[in-house]
């Protein structure tokens, strides 16, 4: 790593994007949540990856949860992921 004045150091934009699960579950591996993507997250997915957007990390969730009015939900059914690309 060159840490001399001046040096160029690559810089990155982030973004979040939300996938939708067609299928939940309690304990999801990487596979499952690539596999149960609704349709329309597979194609954002895709088309980020195609722009030069690289996932960097994947935080699964539930949409709605146990509130004053809402119900339970019975597992993760989406999930945030984080995307980064370099700056040119």
Do not use: C, H, I
């Not at 939708?20 to 999801?28: D, N, P, S, T, V």
């Not at 596979?31 to 030069?52: P, Y």
């Amino acid at each position: 790593m060159d840490v001399t004045p001046g040096a160029s150091r690559n810089r990155y934009e982030y973004s979040v994007l939300v996938l939708r699960l067609e299928k939940k579950g309690l304990a999801m591996t990487r596979k499952d949540v690539l596999q149960g993507l609704s349709g329309e997250s597979a194609t954002q997915l895709r088309d980020l990856g195609n722009d030069g957007w690289e996932m960097v990390g994947v935080l699964p969730f539930q949409v709605g949860g146990v509130g004053l009015f809402s119900t339970a939900s019975t597992g993760t059914d989406a999930a945030l992921a984080f995307f980064k690309r370099t700056v040119y």
